[in-house]
């Protein structure tokens, strides 16, 4: 990742836990110099020890980018601490849950440009997609920046409002986990079946690995793969029957789930 701007007036990560750390990882494997970098965590790991970047030092005064990764609760006494790069050039992106852009700009100065942004966990292995959404200060520029920075883990898409964000959160933010379930719940099932319970889970993770990669890479819709294994009376349409049932199936299933994850982030947002 070659950026002038930021090779020459640094980017501050602030807070390096499992996403800090597979977003520096990205960068730096990316072509960021490591000595462009300054990051500030109270318990920095061995890895991040190693990378040779600037930390827990003193941090320049007008760096490029501060990206926030801190967790949501620690954010009351880590963002104050950057007052003095409010209301100027440097970008700001977050990826704190919950973390609404109002609540920056009444800590860093409403002239402040800002990017909230949603992540999901499979960016530690740079199988992410984040959405991301702008203040007014930011500007299509700032989105750019963002975008470059955060497709070092992933996918990136655009918001048109950053009211989309909980229902992001409750799509993708959220959705690994529902999948991880699912395995354990396919896995279990095999071997209610009558499977051997590491076979099951190895038969469970390969095919959800195998399906959304075939969802990724084929010019087919979803629906239309899903046709496309569904012999009639055959055995998916039999399971199919269950899954698609519009009483107690999928469909009003996951419609709850992901209600239940957005009206979560709307709450967390409301303080």
Not at 26 to 35: K, Q, T
Not at 209 to 215: D, E, I, N, Q, W
Not at 222 to 236: C, D
Request: aromatic residues 2%; proline residues 6%.
């Amino acid at each position: 990742m070659q950026d002038t701007r930021i090779a020459a007036q640094g980017l501050v990560l602030l807070g390096c836990g499992k996403m800090g750390s597979a977003m520096l990882a990205g960068w730096l494997a990316r072509g960021l110099p490591a000595s462009s970098v300054w990051v500030v965590d109270p318990h920095p790991s061995d890895w991040l020890s190693a990378q040779g970047v600037h930390l827990n030092t003193d941090l320049p005064a007008a760096p490029a980018i501060v990206l926030v990764a801190v967790k949501p609760q620690m954010m009351a006494d880590a963002l104050p601490s950057l007052q003095a790069m409010g209301n100027g050039d440097t970008l700001f992106v977050s990826v704190a849950a919950g973390i609404t852009i109002d609540t920056f700009e009444k800590i860093l100065g409403n002239r402040t440009p800002i990017v909230r942004a949603m992540p999901n966990t499979p960016a530690a292995i740079s199988q992410g997609i984040t959405a991301i959404v702008a203040n007014a200060t930011a500007g299509a520029g700032a989105l750019d920046e963002a975008e470059v920075l955060l497709s070092a883990v992933g996918e990136v898409v655009r918001l048109t409002e950053e009211a989309q964000i909980d229902a992001v959160t409750g799509v993708s933010g959220s959705g690994p986990a529902y999948v991880f379930h699912m395995i354990e719940t396919m896995a279990a099932a095999g071997e209610a079946q009558g499977l051997p319970a590491d076979l099951a889970m190895q038969l469970a993770k390969a095919t959800v690995a195998g399906a959304g990669a075939l969802a990724m890479q084929a010019d087919e819709t979803p629906s239309q793969l899903r046709v496309n294994v569904t012999s009639p009376n055959g055995t998916t349409q039999a399971a199919l029957e269950v899954l698609m049932n519009t009483d107690d199936g999928f469909p009003p299933l996951l419609n709850r789930a992901v209600a239940a994850a957005a009206d979560r982030s709307r709450e967390l947002a409301r303080g």
